[in-house]
């Protein structure tokens, strides 16, 4: 549900070993992790649980919902124990683990999470609600884990989701998706769950069971493995004639779940195979097993040498008299291997007759008997006991040095990695000397990623604390950091369940796009714009029926100025999912505006006004269409914006503004510029930090204006000139007011910049 370049992507993996890799027997597992709160090392948290759970659930033994449940306690360790060395960091998580192996499917989470499960009979949705805040794993307590289990049956759904799904839309748009989800539709299935959000990019999977397809080859169920590699329960079972072919899938899946076999009657063996690129924690553990490598051998050695009785009466007592071969002609036949099966069958009664004729048996000579050697006594047996004690004291003594050396290594990277960051610093006093602010900002990003890594491995130190509290210091004015003194009150404020999306600022009137009531509320505010004189409610609400045409899923929103000769009343354009345009006045209400050639448009999301032309971002056919006022209303057809050599990616947009030339910002965090169809090279200039959720952004109209970038991820933001350089950047003094920011408008007459939050609107005038 999220493009793979959104740095948040990287927080759900699905692994699905090939056909001959030894963890296919444990099937395919999907794990999505809600990380909850901010932190240099947060994606190194994820990777490591990641790599936990994922290690657990192919290694360890017993019934998979067991395992599914280890694995995330074992995640819930990785995540107390860096908050617990690393006071600074308080990261909290929720997780969600789909396993689907032999036709089951098992699902565990603790935490934000959610999963809804569509079958021929039902929708279920997991966990409940009471049970998804119960718990989160990061912290002092153990989490709740809650497992699902599930027959699949070929055409069933299964819909993994971090908890903002059910913020962003509703359970029942969501279940009722899930429901409908085929192979055949899954990727329009896809887009529409994508836009129930106004495109912002969340963490999802969707998944569709299909039957299998007939190879040709005997089928076999068995009961669900408890460990990779383990044996299957084997019977002897006749060879039926005729019997070739494969069982279909909803045959095999039509009874119930069967029983899963006790970790006591597997046996465990996994080797998981390195995946690039190698991790420092896997390499410390084979320097670990060098380190123990020599002690043990030399263990061995001095075993041997004090038991040379013991070894050469080993030695005599494993020579066996040599055995005649039989011929390969005359010796019988070994039985026919049969395949698994996980119902027994009895075996039919073989008669003495059709056994193997004793004369063609082999006779082996007897083995002589097994006699203990006498009890020792004296020195000897005082020497036994000794080496007894000695060998536990050895072997602690041996895997204790192993970790302090191990620790050692830890401290000295560690300390290396601080000279390193420290040595970064006075590149930082150079540049500054020749005016170089970018190197400066490069150089102090560099220096505080080492003292990241320095903290994982060796904790926060002093010099660690006091380097960090410089980098901070020196950011702090190379970037240019303002804070916003006037948002202690909102314009407006929001209840919980509100989720305002989209603000248009006309002089004095404000109109915002609630996405959650999917409706468009209209305020007026006094010339100071400092407080609110009206609240006219919504003037617009999905489903409303306006000139016959009803009112689909609301989208975007933009403002239409008067245009001389064509419309003599400014008004608010208004999109809809359905790629209806409607307008609104005070004077003349809602209206429907007719566009010409509107069958064609596939899926408009986003809407833009420029000198009277009105801009629709098709995103099925990833082109921009100008429609020019004519007639009574845009009555000639649209023209297609980009040139037929440019090919326009529109999956994903979120935002588009209008100054002459295009800017577009996706998902991903992408800002890109067009002029006159051809796409111009431009990027924002890469900053410390630079790399959070992009929602929105507000630019002025002429050249010399500035960009402005709504930064989620770390409440801020971030002003860059058009020509992708940075110029500074701002934040709330208390820390509060921008948590949740949604969007921002720019008021060009009064300079005033309008800025949307989750839970309020609030209007600052922009700093000087």
């Not at 307008?583 to 809602?590: F, I, K, P, W």
Request: contains cysteine.
């Amino acid at each position: 549900m999220m493009d793979h370049r959104n740095p948040r992507a990287a927080h759900l993996e699905a692994i699905e070993p090939a056909w001959g890799d030894e963890r296919a027997a444990r099937g395919n597992l999907y794990i999505l992790i809600e990380l909850i709160g901010s932190s240099p090392v947060g994606i190194h948290a994820v990777r490591e649980m990641q790599a936990t759970v994922e290690l657990t659930y192919y290694s360890a033994g017993g019934p998979v919902s067991q395992v599914l449940r280890q694995a995330i306690a074992d995640a819930h360790e990785i995540l107390r124990n860096m908050n617990r060395h690393n006071p600074d960091i308080d990261l909290q998580a929720g997780i969600i683990c789909a396993a689907v192996v032999q036709g089951h499917l098992v699902i565990a989470s603790a935490g934000p999470t959610v999963a809804f499960i569509s079958t021929s009979q039902r929708l279920d949705q997991f966990p409940l609600d009471e049970e998804r805040y119960s718990g989160t794993i990061g912290g002092e307590t153990d989490p709740n884990v809650h497992t699902y289990r599930h027959v699949l049956d070929s055409g069933d759904a299964l819909f993994l989701g971090e908890s903002e799904w059910t913020l962003q839309s509703d359970v029942r748009t969501i279940g009722g998706a899930v429901v409908s989800t085929t192979v055949g539709n899954l990727q329009e299935v896809v887009t529409h769950l994508r836009q129930q959000g106004d495109n912002v990019p969340l963490l999802g999977l969707l998944l569709v069971c299909v039957e299998e397809e007939d190879s040709g080859e005997e089928a076999t169920v068995s009961p669900l493995p408890t460990a990779v590699g383990a044996t299957p329960p084997v019977h002897n079972v006749p060879r039926v004639e005729g019997s070739e072919g494969v069982v279909p899938l909803r045959d095999r899946m039509s009874g119930s779940a069967p029983d899963l076999p006790s970790a006591a009657t597997m046996q465990h063996q996994l080797t998981v195979p390195a995946r690039p690129p190698v991790r420092e924690r896997d390499r410390w553990r084979s320097r670990a097993a060098r380190l123990m490598d020599g002690p043990s051998k030399w263990i061995s050695n001095l075993l041997h040498g004090l038991l040379p009785e013991r070894r050469t009466r080993q030695s005599e007592s494993t020579q066996q008299p040599e055995v005649e071969v039989p011929d390969p002609d005359t010796a019988p036949t070994p039985p026919e291997p049969f395949e698994p099966s996980s119902q027994a069958v009895p075996l039919p009664t073989v008669e003495a007759s059709e056994q193997t004729q004793p004369e063609e048996r082999v006779q082996l000579p007897a083995l002589p008997g097994y006699a203990p050697p006498a009890p020792s006594q004296g020195n000897r047996r005082r020497l036994f006991i000794a080496i007894a004690i000695l060998i536990p004291l050895l072997t602690s003594a041996v895997v204790g040095a192993a970790f302090l050396r191990e620790g050692s290594i830890n401290q000295e990277e560690g300390l290396q990695l601080v000279e390193l960051a420290d040595s970064k610093l006075l590149e930082v006093q150079q540049a500054l000397e020749v005016e170089d602010r970018a190197t400066a900002r490069a150089s102090l990003s560099e220096a505080q990623r080492y003292l990241d890594e320095a903290i994982v491995l060796i904790g926060v130190t002093d010099q660690i604390q006091e380097l960090s509290e410089v980098i901070a210091t020196e950011l702090q004015d190379l970037l240019q950091v303002r804070a916003l003194y006037s948002l202690d009150v909102p314009l407006l404020a929001y209840a919980a369940d509100a989720e305002p999306q989209r603000v248009v600022v006309s002089n004095q009137d404000i109109y915002v796009l609630d996405s959650a009531s999917q409706a468009i509320s209209h305020y007026r505010t006094n010339p100071e714009r400092t407080l609110l004189e009206e609240d006219n409610g919504a003037i617009l609400r999905e489903g409303d029926v306006v000139s016959g045409v009803s009112v689909g899923r609301l989208v975007d929103m933009a403002w239409q100025p008067r245009i001389s000769g064509f419309e003599d009343k400014a008004s608010l354009l208004v999109l809809d999912r359905n790629n209806n345009v409607f307008r609104y006045n005070r004077l003349d209400g809602a209206t429907h505006l007719i566009l010409r050639e509107q069958s064609s448009l596939g899926s408009v999301g986003q809407l833009g006004i420029y000198n009277g032309r009105l801009y629709l971002a098709d995103e099925r056919s990833d082109q921009i269409y100008r429609y020019s006022p004519a007639g009574l209303a845009y009555d000639d057809p649209p023209t297609a914006w980009f040139d037929e050599q440019v090919r326009g990616d529109l999956a994903g947009l979120i935002a588009m503004g209008i100054d002459g030339d295009i800017w577009l910002l996706s998902e991903d965090g992408t800002l890109v510029r067009f002029r006159e169809g051809q796409q111009l090279p431009f990027s924002l200039e890469r900053i410390p930090g630079l790399g959070g959720l992009l929602v929105d952004f507000a630019m002025a109209e002429h050249a010399d204006g500035m960009l402005y970038l709504a930064d989620a991820t770390d409440e801020r933001i971030l002003v860059f000139d058009k020509e992708g350089r940075y110029i500074q950047q701002f934040v709330d003094a208390e820390d509060l007011a921008l948590a949740g920011l949604r969007g921002l408008f720019l008021d060009e007459v009064t300079d005033i910049l309008y800025i949307l939050t989750k839970t309020g609107l609030y209007a600052h005038p922009l700093p000087r």
